[in-house]
């Protein structure tokens, strides 16, 4: 059997056998495969996140740090802070307030903007709601649209059911309709919804319901905790922080944050939500100033200084996205959010 030096000692050089050799290498290949398999944990690609971009954050440091925040294994909350409810859909106080809204004979309506290539997003949504959205209960959809024929041919709507075309005519481009949509809801709500409706919820038009979104969400004044942001620490939220902008937050200001993607209320409640909202963003464009979440800025503004009085959870306000916190259900998606979630090459594989 030949042998191989292997280090020398005071008495003489030390020999190994093949065979000790052979597991001498096995170790240093264990040891070597180990400390690989670490690193490869760690450096983890960062997430596509347009919200990351609108903080303008650095991908591969403060997402990992945002991240770290979030809370494992802890009970869903049920109230805020200060004593409203936090809706779970699946949750015992859920099932009450069902009940308890079921027994009123409330209409509700479901508003939302259409205008340009949003019209594709229309039949999907509407299809997803007569399923989803109030099953059972009494509701007017009022479609702000440019193009009529987007309904072509007619959807068929359940009993109870009713929809109304507003036509609005405004150059699409979401910027532009963002820094608009408050005042076409507000002019909206004054006619025709104020006489025809006891609640109204606002919507983006890009998004399908996809569970039961019951009575539960009814309320004086309701918002809806962003997905990305829930239980993310206070300087973690987008709030705009320009001291020109009238949606300017202050540091010691503001407990959550909420999406434009799904809030409404009592008519009244309403209107002066989407009147205060569209007046602060007039301000703004007479001073020059852009808002840097846009319309959403002056939604938390608003919601800052008028608490909801009951807070939606992030099941009725959902995309996929590296950050958006898991939920028990997903009731409402947002596509247009979804498709910003993922970097180029596969918005453009999903025609987003």
Known sequence: ?????????????????????????????????????RKATVNVEPPHSPLLQALGMDRDRETTDMMVFRTVGQKLPLETKWGAPLVWGDGSNSASRRAEFAKKGIRTGLLVL???????????????????????????????????????????LGPEREL?????????????????????????????????VDYIFCADVDQEFVAPVGEEILG?????????LYEMPRNAFPYEVE???????????????????????????????????????????????IARGLEESYLNRYLINHRPTCVLS??????????????????????????????????EEQNC
């Open 243 to 289: 001291q020109s902008s009238s949606a300017c937050v202050e540091e010691a200001e503001g407990e959550y944050y909420y999406t434009s993607e799904l809030y409404g209320g009592l008519v009244k409640e309403m209107y002066s939500l989407t009147r205060a909202c569209s007046l602060l963003i007039l301000q703004d464009q007479a001073n020059g100033v």
């Open 1 to 37: 059997m030949a042998l191989f030096p292997f280090c020398k000692s005071p008495s003489g050089p030390v020999r190994v056998t093949k065979k000790q050799l052979v597991l001498y290498c096995l170790l240093l290949s264990l040891l070597i495969y180990f400390l690989h398999g």
């Open 164 to 196: 109304q075309v507003v036509p609005v005519a405004e150059l699409p481009g979401w910027e532009r309709l963002a820094r608009r949509r408050m005042a076409l809801f507000a002019d909206a709500i004054i006619d025709p919804i104020r006489s025809e």
């Open 114 to 156: 259409v205008v340009g290539r949003y019209a594709q997003f229309l039949r999907g949504f509407l299809s997803s709601a007569e399923i989803h959205f109030l099953p059972g209960g009494m509701v007017t959809y009022y479609i702000l649209m440019d193009n009529p024929r987007a309904l072509d041919p007619p959807i068929k």
């Open 220 to 228: 004086d004044l309701v918002a809806t905790l962003h997905p990305e």
């Open 314 to 347: 992030p099941e009725y306000s959902w995309w996929d996205s590296a950050l958006a916190t898991d939920v028990p259900v997903q009731r409402l998606v947002s596509l247009g959010r979804q498709c910003e979630a993922l970097d180029q090459q596969k918005r």
